[in-house]
Antibody
């Protein structure tokens, strides 16, 4: 079935780095835009970044611009988020989601928790 | 402070109808499609409405969406206890070049 599975979350110190992965299955990954969306504990949803199907178009939220890098490997059906210079306010559950943000996200992963703390 | 404004909470009795508003501006709702998501406790969000008023397959017609000007509305009829969740609106903001979400609305079915 159509599925997205995130991995790579964990505990990291402020200023540290982490790389999240999202494995896609059940659909033609290379046909779809993909995004990362996060949710801080007890808070609402915050869009982080999106990448077009070919990887040629990328957008970031201002809160992560210059620190996070989104990428994808269509041969491996995988989406990535490289997070550098992490801050306490980056603590959140990170979801990968399928879809063009101009329209909607129709498939979401279960999320992976990132905790930034000393 | 979210770009899109939703009421923090709404409530209604089982079987009743509720509406959740989402207010924005011409740079977001006014000129882009709105989507709505349901997040049950402890789970990932789920798409309820896309393109302002379309339902994905599997979403019952108790859920409806509409848009007028710079505001959008999610309607839920025949409320069930299983509808208790947080609901979020989302749309692209052309000025910010960013996807923006409302702050979320917690639905309580009394």
């Amino acid at each position: 079935q159509v599925q997205l599975v995130e991995s790579g979350g964990g505990l990291v110190k402020p200023g540290g780095s982490l790389r999240l992965s999202c494995a896609a299955s059940g659909f033609t990954f290379s046909d779809y835009y993909m995004s990362w969306i996060r949710q801080a504990p007890g808070k609402g949803l915050e869009w982080v970044s999106y990448i077009s199907s070919s990887g040629s178009t990328i957008y970031y939220a201002d809160s992560v611009k210059g620190r996070f890098t989104i990428s994808r490997d269509n041969a491996k059906n995988s989406l990535y988020l490289q997070m550098n210079s992490l801050r306490a306010e980056d603590t959140a559950v990170y979801y990968c989601a399928r879809g063009d943000p101009m329209f909607a996200f129709d498939i979401w992963g279960q999320g992976t928790m990132v905790t930034v703390s000393s | 402070q979210s770009v899109l404004t939703q009421p923090p909470s709404v409530s209604a009795a089982p079987g009743q109808k509720v509406t959740i508003s989402c207010s924005g501006s011409s740079s977001n709702i006014g000129n882009n499609y709105v989507s709505w998501y349901q997040q049950l406790p402890g789970t990932a969000p789920k798409l309820l409405i896309y393109d302002n008023n379309k339902r994905p397959s599997g979403i019952p017609d108790r859920f409806s969406g509409s848009k007028s000007g710079t505001s959008a509305t999610l309607g839920i009829t025949g409320l069930q206890t299983g509808d208790e969740a947080d609901y979020y609106c989302g749309t692209w903001d052309s000025s910010l070049s960013a996807l923006v979400f409302g702050g979320g609305t917690k639905l309580t079915v009394l």
